[in-house]
């Protein structure tokens, strides 16, 4: 379980392909404080860490069904790439964005870039299936980050990027036509499906 505040921004040093994919992503956390076996939010999908190291840098490798890549966004992954880094939640800390799963819905697509003053308006297009799920003020974690939509219309949303989220996550890189990991909030997903039993 995540909450969509990003703490890292890791760097994809290899990608093995392997029958199932295996990722090697640089990071600034404390190796020795992460357990094999931990969930680390990379991107947004909750992945398993099956290793670690510190050199030439601290690092974690994770191994990636063809599932999972399947319905991500990580088959634009190359080296180098940067990755928005988040690790499980713990009972007691603080929850500042809103309920991650890590298990990413879909992916939605830029397709817009505005600057406005020191913000950035950015318009994604969603997959139909998921756009009902997402409603003007409520949250969706983008690439692992948790964010309010300003507005929908249809299966496009906007969303404001101030510069402390474009600083602390990669979204200060963002451009049209990038593809994104897209969970909706888990309570739309609730409230849907109880609205198909009335």
Not at 9 to 36: F, H, K, M, N, P
Request: hydrophobic share 40%; glycine share 12%; proline share 3%.
């Amino acid at each position: 379980m995540f909450t969509g505040i990003v703490s890292d921004i890791g760097e994809v040093l290899e990608l093995d392909q392997q029958g199932d994919l295996r990722a090697r992503i640089g990071t600034r956390y404390d190796v020795a404080g992460i357990d094999i076996g931990a969930s680390i939010a990379s991107d947004g999908v909750c992945l398993t860490v099956i290793a670690t190291g510190t050199l030439p840098r601290n690092w974690y490798d994770v191994q990636i069904s063809a599932e999972t890549v399947s319905k991500t966004n990580l088959t634009s992954w190359t080296p180098g790439a940067r990755v928005n880094l988040e690790r499980a939640l713990k009972v007691g800390d603080e929850l500042g964005g809103h309920i991650v799963s890590g298990h990413v819905d879909g992916v939605a697509e830029v397709v817009g870039v505005t600057p406005e003053g020191d913000s950035l308006r950015v318009t994604f297009r969603a997959p139909r299936d998921l756009a009902k799920f997402i409603a003007p003020k409520g949250s969706v974690a983008l690439n692992g980050t948790s964010l309010t939509v300003n507005e929908v219309d249809g299966t496009d949303f906007g969303i404001n990027f101030i510069p402390h989220t474009q600083k602390a996550t990669t979204w200060g890189d963002v451009k049209v036509g990038d593809k994104v990991n897209l969970e909706v909030d888990t309570m739309a997903r609730y409230v849907a499906r109880l609205r198909e039993w009335e």
